[in-house]
């Protein structure tokens, strides 16, 4: 039984190993590097396929927060692509500033304006954008992107500021979800609905328990809501955004403590423009999760949870990159509760001096 083993083996090996190991390192590195390339390519086709990308030309996007910001930013890049467009806001007299900037960008945009308070209440939402008529028609695209921030530790930050943030950021967002959703569901093409969150959401830092936690809020909306929607073909989108210059962003740094502002100096502050194309372009291809930057990039990787499959090629990345996005994340907490520690030690050798 012993010898019929050992020639079953050693026939084996030299029918399939043997071969294997006179190959030289040149050749299969060649072919191992042509099958990884053909591997991405093959993945990026079927994911193409299997996904409905969605050409904003002709279609009505509805941007909440859309008179300043990265909600601007994301209404001239529809408009340029040949959307029509709607424009949701507080205050009127800042919508008609951005449809004069929508107008300059593109002079023939159909650009609709509404003055609306998003985290009012589901009646008044509902009367606004769905029973008002809007002459751009059924919306098929909606950017939920109103929202406040603010910053401060959770033992000074009013706890106020908690029901402020759930109430701006996250009904703010559930409100015109829930009033559009019917006519979205009836809409025979695939459509979309986006929900801006931001980087926090992915790491929250000293100093934003308020507004981080309601932030955390939207990806669990949008998790649960794209289940619930998918069979419709509408497919949702959570967008990430680092720093931005915007308006929110200086009023945010006014309120932002020193250490807070010292633990997030690491990443960039990027323009209105750079995060709204990657919202406009991603989830145009279906994709859950949007970030910008690389540091936005990594973050997704180090995030990936249960999270939708929608795009193949997203969900490939989040395969390959999540373990190495993770090592270096324990690398950056760490530093981080070092510079959390020595604030605290210097803070109590001041108060001894003082």
């Known amino acids: 039984m012993l010898n019929n083993a050992h020639k079953v083996i050693t026939d084996v090996t030299g029918e399939y190993v043997e071969p294997l190991l006179a190959v030289d390192l040149k050749t299969a590195l060649f072919y191992g590097g042509s099958s990884m390339v053909a591997f991405f390519l093959l993945t990026i086709l079927i994911s193409s396929l299997m996904t409905a990308s969605l050409n904003p030309k002709g279609k009505h996007a509805l941007v909440t927060g859309g008179s300043s910001g990265i909600g601007l930013a994301i209404a001239i890049k529809y408009a340029k692509m040949g959307a029509k467009v709607t424009l949701v806001a507080r205050n009127l007299k800042k919508l008609e500033d951005a449809k004069a900037n929508v107008l300059a960008a593109v002079a023939n945009a159909s650009v609709h304006l509404i003055s609306l308070d998003t985290s009012s209440s589901l009646e008044l ?12 028609g059924p919306v098929d695209i909606l950017i939920n992107c109103a929202g406040t921030s603010i910053a401060g530790t959770f033992d000074v930050c009013d706890t106020s500021e908690f ?189 001894k001096k003082e």
């Not at 939402?125 to 751009?136: A, G, H, S, Y």
């Open 163 to 351: 029901s402020r943030m759930f109430n701006t950021n996250v009904m703010g967002s559930v409100y015109p979800t829930r009033a559009l959703l019917p006519e979205m569901k009836a809409n025979k093409e695939s459509t979309r609905i986006v929900f801006v969150s931001s980087q926090v959401a992915q790491c929250a830092l000293h100093g934003y328990s308020a507004y981080a936690s309601s932030k955390w809020a939207l990806r669990g909306l949008a998790e649960a809501l794209q289940m619930e929607v998918k069979p419709y073909g509408i497919l949702v989108s959570v967008a990430y955004p680092p720093d931005t210059d915007t308006p929110g962003y200086e009023l945010e740094m006014t309120s932002k403590p020193e250490l807070t502002k010292k633990l997030s100096e690491s990443g960039s502050v990027f323009s209105s423009d750079d995060v709204a194309a990657d919202i406009v372009k991603y989830s145009g291809q279906g994709y859950f999760g949007i970030s910008t930057g690389l540091d936005g990039y990594m973050l997704k990787q180090a995030h990936p949870g249960m999270s939708p499959i929608n795009n193949i090629w997203e969900t490939v990345q989040l395969m390959l990159v999540a373990p190495i996005a993770k090592l270096v994340s324990v690398f950056v907490v760490l530093t981080w509760d070092i510079q959390c520690a020595d604030a605290l030690r210097s803070e109590r050798a001041k108060a």
């Open 125 to 136: 939402v509902t009367k606004k954008l769905v029973t008002e008529r809007n002459p751009n």
